[in-house]
């Protein structure tokens, strides 16, 4: 099935980054620029800076945004090189960041970027084009504990020792449907019944893929001294894994402040929180929506 891209929590990005005409605003993740053009919009001699590892989500988003305005400027890079790629251009400081993080329904539905386990299509699920490491590659060359520790650690995959190895009994593995037809074979028929193991296992390969979790830690790694003063930090995660990490950066910051010299004490009065979720009319329309949580820290300084 072919889904349109529809912009999670859009209304709510927007009304929280306080957009100002004159700002400077990165779009971590640009996509098909769902939000980045309703950004554009908003600016008249601010800029948008919009960073993308995939070139089909720069190339598709550049012809929607040069419809707009000009004040914008596309970047084929991994956000985990935020400082380095803005630095690049002259920008040093930011007045809201936002990444809508993981894949976009074009990726998702293109059975050639091997994502989708209900489509059958060789594996592959790689953001970056120019990424060396695919899906393949992990399944049919990765040893057994490695495998397994990828389906835990990035998506909690029940009993991901014995799908490791089976993997590693049944190579090669070369299509999605053949990682499917495995998964049904060798997993308890109540746990096939009760959630498709296919969802979990091919969310747990598309992280290590993309090498997500990581990427994640190296931006929240950068960007708090990147904020003005009233600067936004604004980032819609999908699960728990990245989730996680977010909650801790923003709890971190409110407990170890860079300004603070590491010392660990409460400055509540430096950063404030929200966190927001869908509205019900949304999660009913948009599928991809159900999971979102946007979260949003301000620097009050
Ligand atoms: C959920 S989509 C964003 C959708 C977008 N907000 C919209 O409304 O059209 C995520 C996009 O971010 C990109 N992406 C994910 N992780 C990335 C990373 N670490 N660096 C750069 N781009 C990344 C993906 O390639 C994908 O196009």
């Not at 891209?5 to 640009?30: A, F, S």
């Not at 049919?140 to 495998?147: A, F, K």
């Not at 389906?151 to 070369?174: F, G, M, S, T, W």
């Not at 600067?231 to 709890?251: C, M, P, R, W």
């Amino acid at each position: 099935m072919i889904e349109k891209h529809i912009p999670v929590l859009l209304n709510e990005v927007i009304e929280t980054l306080e957009i100002k005409p004159d700002g400077i605003y990165v779009d971590l993740t640009l996509g098909r620029a769902g939000h980045s053009q309703e950004i554009l919009k908003r600016l008249d001699k601010g800029k948008l800076i919009c960073f993308d590892k995939d070139i089909e989500a720069i190339k598709e988003s550049n012809e929607k945004l040069a419809k707009i305005n000009s004040n914008y400027i596309l970047i084929k890079s991994d956000f985990r090189f935020v400082s380095e790629e803005l630095n690049k251009i002259g920008v040093n400081k930011v007045d809201g960041f936002l990444a809508d993080l993981g894949v976009s329904s074009p990726q998702l539905d293109d059975a050639k970027r091997g994502f989708s386990y209900s489509q059958n299509t060789e594996l592959d699920m790689r953001m970056d084009l120019d990424n060396p490491l695919n899906a393949k590659d992990i399944i049919n060359s990765y040893s057994e504990d490695q495998i397994a520790r990828i389906l835990y650690e990035n998506a909690d995959v029940k009993l991901a020792k014995l799908i490791a190895k089976a993997i590693v009994a049944n190579r090669p593995i070369n299509t999605s449907f053949e990682l499917n037809e495995l998964l049904k074979n060798i997993l308890p028929a109540k746990v096939v019944r009760e959630k498709n193991p296919s969802k979990a296992v091919f969310q747990a390969l598309r992280i290590a893929v993309n090498d997500e979790l990581n990427s994640l830690n190296d931006l929240l790694s950068q960007v708090a001294p990147l904020l003005n003063k009233n600067g936004k930090l604004a980032i819609i995660t999908f699960h728990s894994k990245e989730d996680a990490i977010v909650k801790n950066y923003f709890q971190k910051l409110n407990y170890h402040d860079p300004k603070l010299n590491k010392l660990p004490v409460q400055v509540d009065k430096q950063w404030k929180q929200k966190i927001i979720f869908p509205q019900e009319e949304e999660a009913k329309e948009n599928r991809r929506a159900r999971s979102a949580k946007l979260r949003v820290i301000t620097k009050l300084y």
